[in-house]
């Protein structure tokens, strides 16, 4: 029967006191809180991406965080994550919509770690200097990610993303840290 203090699954059941109650539901308010923030943290990061707007993307970031970016070597601090996403901003990329998917986020007190599915649509591709129509062609990628909550909300500390289908982005076998973003 699960009318003790605690059932099966460590929640409070009615016979507990009302106060552990109340103090069993404002801890798990606050960790649905914490998650709704974290995506949409990540979500509109993403949005970012999508619409260009590069010189927002290192706020998104704390000082000491490190972007491991596809074909880019890891960079640390957000001087150097400025970097990195200052330099793609040369290398425009059109017609594409993007959809962030399939939050695995697990909060713990002040960090957090999350998983996403990514996948990336293209309208057009770029032939000899201009836009050319094509549909179809996608690309699904994988976040893993850390989070902390700083006195300005949730941060990334952490990013590694790769290209998993249909061709995947190869690992680097040095998984050091830069520093020195984009111009590598």
Same mark, same amino acid.
Not at 70 to 89: D, K, L, N, Q, Y
Not at 104 to 120: I, K, M, T
């Given at each position: 029967m699960l009318t003790e203090a605690a059932d099966r699954t460590g929640r409070l059941g009615p016979g507990a006191d009302l106060r552990a109650r109340l103090a069993d539901l404002s801890v798990r308010l606050k960790a649905l809180q914490d998650l709704g923030e974290i995506e949409a943290l990540h979500r509109s990061h993403t949005r970012a991406v999508s619409e260009r707007r590069f010189g927002e993307l290192a706020d998104y970031f704390t000082?000491?965080?490190?972007?491991?970016?596809?074909?880019?070597? %890891? *960079?640390?601090?957000?001087?150097?994550?400025?970097?990195?996403?200052? $330099?793609?901003?040369?290398? %425009?990329?059109? $017609?594409?919509?993007? *959809? #962030?998917?399939? %939050?695995? *986020?697990?909060? @713990?007190?002040? @960090?957090?770690?999350?998983?996403?599915?990514?996948? @990336? #649509?293209?309208?057009? *591709?770029?032939?000899?200097?201009?836009a050319v129509p094509e549909w179809g062609r996608w690309e699904e990628g994988r976040y893993h990610c850390e989070y902390r909550r700083t006195d300005a909300g949730w941060k990334f500390t952490y990013m590694h993303f790769r290209v998993v289908l249909p061709d995947r982005d190869p690992e680097w076998s040095d998984d050091e840290p830069t520093g020195k973003g984009a111009e590598q």
């Open positions: 000082d000491d965080a490190v972007a491991d970016m596809r074909s880019h070597r %890891p *960079v640390a601090g957000r001087a150097a994550i400025e970097r990195h996403f200052a $330099g793609m901003a040369a290398a %425009p990329l059109t $017609g594409a919509g993007y *959809v #962030l998917s399939s %939050p695995a *986020v697990e909060v @713990r007190a002040d @960090r957090a770690v999350g998983e996403w599915s990514w996948l @990336r #649509l293209y309208s057009e *591709v770029r032939h000899g200097g201009s």
